[in-house]
């Protein structure tokens, strides 16, 4: 599972009205050139954006200014239609062009130094928030029960140099902000930037956020989450959508595009270096995985049999790999795997590729001995590791393995 | 930070509460860190009050409602300065707020183990701590422990901490809590042991973070390097670094940072705080840092010399680019500071195959590639050779059974054995035999003679005669005026281990005796092992341990299903439902190991004067030799298990004996009368006198 991110345009429909946030007007799917014609004569010009999930001023390129409704409607049509770092927009949309003397950064997050959330302002924009220089931007430490108040952001806007009426605004909509952010479970909203505009008036004029998956206020705000095109595989899509349909232990995969050896992973950590190990090592991972938090067997053995169903006979090597586990009983999880490997293979026949095994816990050798068995009826070859083995030694020895089949098979199979 | 040295957070004496004690992970790790250490005065959970949980070899662990109840009940000395937070993610703020609130001055430090709260929720947990002057630990910590006192909270080290934390000189703190467990097993084969092994938890927000254990572990008295483990996300590492600088830190740092890979993809890792979000989060930052403070190149194990070099100049610490050079930089570190090994390094740093069966492949590989098994520690050495030895059978994972079963299923439409259509097993020969062997075995019977022979081990089952225990069950619970089938379980509950049930001891004695010959099928007379050989041992074992029986004046052993109460007056003797099974097999061309086995110890018994005559081989015994060569395939295949097999041939026998108790009813309640199984006053003894 992964945390929610929305863009500008689901803030512009849903949470600006609410939160009574200034923004420019839009329009946005399905247009017609009645409508963009009577807006266009109102706002003078107007911006044509990408619907995309395209952090770090990535979809810079794609905003354009129309003027009319000819180029209005060439240009939606182009810029939806254009791929942004790897990922399609959902579409495009047009928004009031607002021309303005000042341009503000604000962020509200979560800070790892001081443990709360934190508000930073800045005068300085076109980079992530951090990025920015510590003399260029205020970051106000916030008390999370207590909050942004009018008299914080006062303050902070005052060390920028901002004093006065739009002072005083700015402070009123900033704690709108983080009312928004808290009362809808954000990890992180940026807007980049608020613009003011020479008679003073202010409008936030771009967005982005993330929800937090584990914050109930997240789980339902009465609007459905727009599905922005990705590029998850089908594998992933499906490993996905059995992780949310459970609620015990962990199925968490990420594809690396590699195709040789196919890594059951078992713990953050450990699954994060062996990887690493592997990656390094041109051992080619599938995906990165991490099986750890004790799964119940059938949880396990889903888990594998999606994975199975999906690379095992693909694959040049499978790899059962993980530390000394504190909590997972090793029998249930191996006993899961033998049993997914021995369907998945009553289904589509044979495959003749070498395991590779280390772990440690707790029924370690019932687990190491039931999984054996298996393998043998199979007539797979094999190498388990106890504990004693480091974890990066055994990813070594699994890619080098991999590769002296791949030498004696060119295709990659042995 | 309130506490103000490492022992403060965890030492021997400290009194452990757990909240949600009895979910399944907090019970299990609770039962573990109780029989490792037994600080665990209680837990508490919702709607479990005056609960408790069973600790095998420890003190049990009460429950309680709630938190407060838990205060109101425990005596002063044994109120917990220590809670272990197992909630589920939304009741952690809640329950954390409890123990805050009742807790205060009582409670000391907080080990959030929950994993997914939400950061809002992480970050007034900490508020709320600061506020309430405790320190907290979490979320999604797996821990902290103490190994020199020998105590823990959470799970880190598993099920057996000691074998991990060996006490030492080394404290680990690191982002992931299996890497706390694995590391310290890697840092024996330096010979270093463990002082703290500490688990801060890598949520987005670490709620102690790196600089605050790094300050206690510089004041640690045993803690002589600090080893961390490091994930991108947060600027917990620049933070500390910070720190070290300004103090001018006086211990040396053994560092290992991951993650680096995930840069420039779109994946998360498995951690939630794994997130790069800013300058000094990612891993290659973080590295930089490192470096940076060590002031040298990463540890190259191909070259310790520059390492030294450095390390005596700085003497800082060093950054290991893999997980297994933490253990050759731990030796260079140690060299260079001159610091002693806590103890003789327990094994090199090198590939150690427990199980290895590379097959054909062998043969094509490098010998550098074409592992042997190598030296398996204990004990896991025994265990894994009792394991592969037991060679028969196969080993089933649990799993609730609930709603669940192999055995049988129903579409709605059709109900199955095993997979197999119950409605098409009817439309076979011999349907009974056949289905009831499937669902016993999981698969249909292997070969033509098998529901045969079944079939004949039941109708031997179905009576011994009105005077055998389970008839007269039966005969009891008709005279009394019961139900049919109330008389069918008197039947069964008459027989037993000593009465019928002997089947089961004689599968147990079998399979000690056979396992190990490498026999495959019992009813191939071609491939049976060499029984002369293994009667003759068996029966020089036997006289042995008769006479040091007598010798001591305690009962012996006896063989199972040899001899009968009623078929042992001649000096060769014969069951008769034994023998028609014989024939059977004789006339049939058929042979069966087992109970050649058994006629040939009974001769022997006798020819060696062990006994004074030839003992029956009764029915239990032909059952079992039956049913056991029926199952053996399936065991040297892995199919079945061993304690289904061994429990087949009482099932058989009490399938049999319930058909015949159920015979005795109807006869009974045909013509018998009732009470008429009472036994008059008149007849009865008074074994002891009136005493009022």
């Known amino acids: 599972m992964t945390n929610t991110r929305i863009g500008e345009l689901v803030f512009l429909e849903h949470f600006a009205p609410l939160y009574k946030l200034p923004v420019p007007e839009h329009l946005a799917e399905p247009v017609t050139q009645s409508k963009l014609k009577e807006k266009l004569g109102r706002w003078g010009a107007g911006i044509v954006k990408p619907d995309v999930l395209a952090g770090k001023r990535g979809k810079a390129g794609l905003v354009r200014k129309v003027e009319n409704v000819q ?16 990922q399609n927009p959902r579409g495009a949309y047009v928004v009031q062009m607002v021309p303005a003397d000042l341009e503000i950064f604000t962020a509200i997050s979560y800070s790892s130094r001081t443990l709360s959330p934190a508000f930073t302002v800045s005068l300085r924009g076109g980079m992530e928030v951090e990025a920015i220089s510590e003399a260029d931007k205020v970051t106000v430490p916030l008390n999370v029960f207590q909050g942004l108040n009018a008299y914080q952001a006062s303050e902070a806007l005052a060390k920028l140099g901002l004093k006065g009426k739009l002072n005083s605004r700015l402070s009123i909509v900033f704690v709108n902000l983080w009312d928004m952010f808290i009362t809808t479970g954000m990890l992180r909203c940026e807007v980049n930037p608020w613009r003011v505009t020479t008679d003073g008036r202010i409008w936030a004029c ?66 994060t270096i062996i990887t690493e190990t592997l990656t390094q090592l041109g051992g080619e991972p599938i995906f990165l995985s991490d099986f750890g938090g004790n799964p119940p ?27 000394k586990a504190n909590n997972t009983l090793i029998d249930v999880t191996f006993s899961a795997i033998a049993d997914a490997i021995q369907e998945c293979v009553d289904a589509k026949g044979p495959v003749s ?24 009826n199979l007539r797979l070859p094999y190498v388990f590791f106890g504990p004693d083995t480091p974890i990066t030694l055994v990813a070594e020895y699994a890619v080098a393995l991999m590769r002296a089949g791949e030498q004696r098979k060119p295709k990659g199979r042995l | 930070m309130i506490a103000t040295t ?138 902290v422990i103490n190994a020199p006192a020998g105590v823990r909270v959470g799970a880190v080290g598993g099920d057996a901490p000691g074998e991990s934390f060996l006490p030492g000189s080394a404290t680990i703190i690191s982002n992931s809590g299996n890497l706390v467990n694995t590391i310290a097993t890697y840092l024996q084969s330096a010979g270093l042991g463990i002082s ?89 930052d973080k590295m930089r840092l490192f470096d940076e403070y060590f002031g040298s190149a990463p540890f190259n194990p191909a070259d310790t010399r520059a390492a030294s070099r450095h390390l005596a100049r700085t003497r800082r610490g060093l950054r290991a680019t893999t997980l297994h050079a933490l253990v050759p930089a731990a030796k260079v570190l140690m060299e260079v500071l001159r610091l002693k090994p806590d103890f003789k390094p327990v094994r090199p740093v090198a590939l150690n195959p427990w199980i290895v069966d590379l097959g054909a492949l062998a043969d094509k590989l490098p010998a550098s590639l074409a592992l042997q098994p190598g030296n398996v520690p204990s004990p896991y050495k025994e265990l894994l050779a009792q394991q592969l030895k037991g060679g028969l059978g196969r080993v089933v994972a649990r799993q609730s059974m609930r709603n669940a079963s192999h055995a049988s299923s129903n579409d709605g439409a059709t109900p199955r054995v095993y997979g197999y259509s119950l409605p098409a097993l009817m439309e076979r ?99 049976a092992p060499n029984l002369d050989q293994r009667v003759q041992a068996y029966v020089a074992d036997y006289q042995h341990r008769k006479s040091a029986a007598k010798n001591a004046g305690v009962e012996m052993e006896k063989v199972p299903c040899l001899g009968h109460p009623v078929f042992n007056r001649e000096a060769v003797n014969y069951d008769p439902r034994e023998r028609v099974i014989s024939r059977y097999l004789e006339a049939q061309g058929l042979y069966n190991v087992f109970l050649d086995f058994y006629h040939r110890l009974a001769r022997e018994l006798q020819r060696q004067g062990v006994t004074s005559k030839v003992h029956a081989v009764n029915v239990d015994a032909v059952l079992t030799c039956v049913c056991l060569g029926i199952a053996w395939p399936l065991l040297v295949e892995k199919k079945i298990t061993l304690e289904r097999a061994v429990d087949l041939p009482f099932l058989t026998f009490a399938l049999g004996r319930v058909a015949g108790g159920a015979a005795e009813y109807l006869d009974h309640r045909e013509s018998g009368t009732d009470m008429d199984m009472r036994v008059p006053v008149s007849e009865c003894r008074e074994l002891t006198r009136p005493r009022d």
């Open chain 1, 297 to 323: 067997y059938e949880r396990m053995k889903k888990t594998a049999a999606i994975c199975f169903e999906h690379h095992l006979h693909q694959c040049a090597l499978l790899l059962i790999l993980g530390g």
């Open chain 1, 71 to 86: 180029d209005a409607l060439r240009v939606l049509r182009d810029v939806a239609a254009e791929e942004i770092n790897g």
């Open chain 2, 6 to 143: 490492l022992a403060r957070i965890l030492t021997k004496g400290d009194r452990v509460a757990v909240s949600n004690v009895t979910g399944r992970e907090a019970m299990g790790v609770s039962i573990a860190s109780q029989q490792y250490c037994g600080n665990i005065v209680g837990g508490w959970a919702l709607g479990h009050d005056d609960e408790v949980i069973a600790v095998p070899r420890g003190r049990d662990i009460r429950v309680f409602g709630q938190f407060a109840d838990l205060l109101k009940a425990l005596p002063a000395r044994e109120r917990p300065n220590k809670v272990v937070v197992y909630s589920p993610p939304d009741a952690v703020y809640g329950d954390v707020k409890e123990v805050v609130e009742n807790g205060q001055g009582i409670v000391k430090t907080l080990f959030v183990v929950t994993e997914h709260v939400s950061v809002e929720v992480t970050a007034k947990l900490r508020r709320l701590c600061d506020l309430a002057r405790m320190d907290i630990i979490g979320c999604n910590t797996l821990g």
């Open chain 2, 196 to 284: 703290f092994g500490i688990s801060t938890g890598k949520d987005p927000l670490i709620l102690t973070p790196l600089k605050d254990f790094l300050v206690l572990a510089e004041k640690d008295p045993r803690t002589r390097i600090v080893v961390l483990y490091v994930e991108p996300g947060g600027t917990y590492e620049r933070d500390a670094l910070e720190l070290l600088r300004r103090r001018n830190y006086t211990k040396p740092l053994l560092v290992f940072v991951a993650g680096a890979f995930a840069e420039g993809r779109d994946i998360s890792l498995g951690h939630a705080g794994g997130v790069v979000d800013g300058p000094c989060t990612s891993a290659t």
């Open chain 1, 206 to 271: 771009d967005f982005k956020a993330t929800f937090d998956e584990n914050n109930f206020k997240a789980r339902d705000l009465g609007l459905s989450w727009p599905e922005y095109p990705s590029r998850e595989t089908a594998f992933e899509a499906e490993m996905n959508a059995w992780a949310a349909a459970s609620h015990q232990g962990q199925a968490h995969v990420s594809s690396l595009g590699g195709k040789k050896i196919l890594p059951l992973l078992f713990g953050g950590g450990a699954s």
């Open chain 1, 353 to 376: 590729i070498p395991v590779v095994v280390g772990r440690g816990g707790a029924r370690l050798v019932q687990g190491m001995v039931a999984l054996s068995k298996t393998l043998s």
């Open chain 2, 429 to 527: 020969p011999a349907p009974f035999a056949q289905a009831v062997l499937l669902a016993w075995l999981g698969s249909p019977p292997a070969r033509d003679f098998e529901p045969r022979l079944f079939e004949m081990c039941l109708t031997a089952s179905l009576t011994n005669g009105p005077g055998s225990i389970s008839a007269q069950g039966a005969k009891l619970a008709a005279s009394a005026g019961n139900e049919p089938h109330t008389a069918m379980m008197a039947t069964l509950g008459t027989i037993g281990s000593i009465h019928g049930g002997n089947g089961k001891e004689a599968a147990r004695f079998l399979v000690r005796l056979f396992r190990e010959t490498g026999l495959v099928d019992p009813y191939d007379r071609k491939k």
